[in-house]
C-alpha cells in the first residue's frame, strides 16, 4: 500500500482510517441504532464527530452499504425526504441537517416516528442528525414522541480523546508534534479542528507522508496558528464582515451583528440564546433587540446564501449557530478590534448605556415614538419609556 500520505492520515473530509477515535456517545449510539423500530436522534455541534460515528457504527452493523443517506441541504434528497412516509421497507434512512428543513416536514416526520415506534417495524429505521435541540424540536410536534425515540447528544470530545486521535497521527505518519499541547486544547474538543490543526503543522514543515525516521516538528503553534488563520481569512473574513455590517452599515451605531458575532466566537457550545446574551450585556440590549425583534437578523441570514451555509437560525428562540468549524476557530482567534476596525465601526466601546434619552410631554408621544424608531434604526440605543422598566439610565446627549 506504500507509506500513508498526510491528507489519508489527517482528514478534512470523509471518515477518517488511521485517526478514528471514538467519541464518549459511541456505545450507546451503537445500542440505538441496533434497536428495531425506534428512531434515532443525533444532535449536537458541527465538527464533534456525530456523522463519523453514525458512519462506523452502520458499517459495524453492515447496515452502512444499505443506508439511504440524505440530507436536508441538497434540494433532491429534500424531495425523498418528503416522499419516506410514502416507502415500504426502505431499511435504515440516514436525514442530516435535518435543522434544516421546513417545519411542515418535520413535523411529518415526527409523526413517521411515532409509528414506526408504535408498530415496530424492522423495515424502516430513521436515523436523525442535526443541531442542539433537534430532539426538542420533534417533541415540540408530538409530545408523545419522546419515549419512543432515542436521542443522543454529542458534547465535546475530552481532551484525552484529541489527544488520542493526534497520537495515533503521529504513530502514522512517524511524526512528534513539538506543539501537541496547544493543539489539543485549541481544538476545543472538536475531532475536526483537531485533524485541521495537525495537518497545517505538517505542511509547515513539508511532511507530506510517513517518515522513515521518527522526526519532531519544531514551528511554534503562533506560526501555525498565523498560517491556518491565513488560509481562513480568505474565505471566512469577507463573511464575517458582511455579517458585522448587517443590512447596512452604520459607522456610528451601536454595531449589533458584530457583538452578536463576537458572542457568539465566545460560546462554549457555539451556539447562543439572543434573549440570554442581551440580559448578560445590557449595554447592547438595546440594539440589539433591535435588529433581533424587526427581524432584520432573520432576514440577513435568510437572505445571504453564503451565511446560512455557516450560521442557522431560528427566529422563534432567537438562538444562533455556527454550523462550520472552521468558522468558529476563524471568529475565536480574529483580533477583534483590528476586526471592527476592518468592518468600518468608529467606536465600539461604550462607557454608558444609552445614546440618547427622549423626554416630551404626553401630547408629543406619536412623535417621540417615531423619533425612537428612526434612531433606533440607526443602531443607536435610545432611551423610550414604553420600553423601559425603570426610569434608571445614563445617556449621551
Known amino acids: 500500500m506504500g507509506s500513508p500520505k498526510l491528507e489519508e492520515v489527517f482528514k478534512l473530509s470523509g471518515v477518517p482510517t488511521f485517526t478514528f477515535v471514538k467519541p464518549v456517545e459511541y456505545d450507546k449510539l451503537l445500542v440505538a441504532l441496533r434497536s428495531p423500530g425506534r428512531g434515532v436522534v443525533i444532535e449536537g455541534r458541527s465538527g464533534i464527530g456525530k456523522t463519523t460515528a453514525v458512519t462506523r457504527v452502520l458499517a459495524e452493523l453492515g447496515a452502512e452499504p444499505s443506508t439511504l443517506r440524505l440530507s436536508a441541504r441538497k434540494k433532491e434528497d429534500r424531495e425523498l425526504i418528503e416522499a419516506i412516509p410514502e416507502l415500504q421497507d426502505a431499511g435504515p434512512i440516514l436525514i442530516d441537517d ?3 428543513l421546513n417545519e411542515d416536514v418535520q413535523r411529518q416526520t415526527a409523526d413517521l416516528l411515532k409509528t414506526l415506534a408504535d408498530e ?39 481532551e484525552a480523546r484529541v489527544r488520542q486521535l493526534v497520537e495515533k497521527g503521529e504513530s502514522a505518519l512517524n511524526i512528534r508534534f513539538g506543539i501537541k499541547n496547544e493543539i489539543v486544547k485549541s481544538a476545543n474538543g472538536s475531532f475536526y479542528l483537531a485533524q485541521m490543526l495537525c495537518q497545517a ?58 457583538h452578536i458575532l463576537k458572542w457568539l466566537a465566545e460560546a462554549n457550545e457555539w451556539s447562543i440564546a439572543l434573549e440570554h446574551e442581551m440580559v448578560n450585556h445590557p449595554g447592547q440590549r438595546g440594539s440589539v433587540g433591535q435588529v ?18 455557516v450560521l442557522h437560525y431560528i427566529p422563534a428562540t432567537q ?24 468592518v468600518g465601526y468608529i467606536n465600539i466601546h461604550f462607557d454608558v448605556t444609552y445614546d440618547y434619552a427622549l423626554s416630551f410631554a404626553g401630547t408629543e408621544r406619536d412623535f417621540a415614538k417615531r423619533l425612537f424608531e428612526l434612531l ?8 423610550f419609556d414604553e420600553n423601559e422598566a425603570t426610569s434608571h439610565f445614563s445617556a449621551r446627549r
Request: glycine share 4%; net charge negative; hydrophobic share 45%.
Open 376 to 383: 433606533s434604526e440607526e443602531e443607536l440605543s435610545v432611551f
Open 120 to 158: 415496530e417495524r424492522t423495515d424502516t429505521k430513521l436515523v436523525i442528525i442535526g443541531i442542539n435541540k433537534t430532539g426538542d424540536s420533534l417533541v415540540k410536534f408530538a409530545a408523545d414522541l419522546n419515549n419512543r425515540i432515542d436521542t443522543i447528544r454529542f458534547e465535546a470530545n475530552p
Open 292 to 309: 433581533v425583534e424587526k427581524g432584520y437578523l432573520a432576514y440577513l441570514i435568510a437572505h445571504t446564501p453564503e451565511l446560512s451555509e
Open 98 to 100: 435535518f435543522h434544516r
Open 201 to 258: 503543522a505538517c505542511l509547515a514543515e513539508g511532511l507530506l507522508e510517513a517518515q522513515d525516521t521518527v522526526t519532531a516538528t519544531r514551528s511554534s503553534f503562533e506560526v501555525i496558528l498565523s498560517h491556518v488563520m491565513e488560509i481562513l481569512s480568505r474565505r471566512f473574513l469577507s463573511l464575517a464582515v458582511k455579517f458585522a455590517s448587517g443590512t447596512k452599515l452604520r459607522r456610528e451605531g451601536r454595531a449589533p451583528y458584530l
Open 319 to 342: 438562538i444562533l449557530t455556527a454550523e462550520d468549524p472552521q468558522f468558529v476557530f476563524f471568529l475565536r482567534n480574529l483580533e477583534w478590534n483590528k476586526f471592527a476596525q476592518q
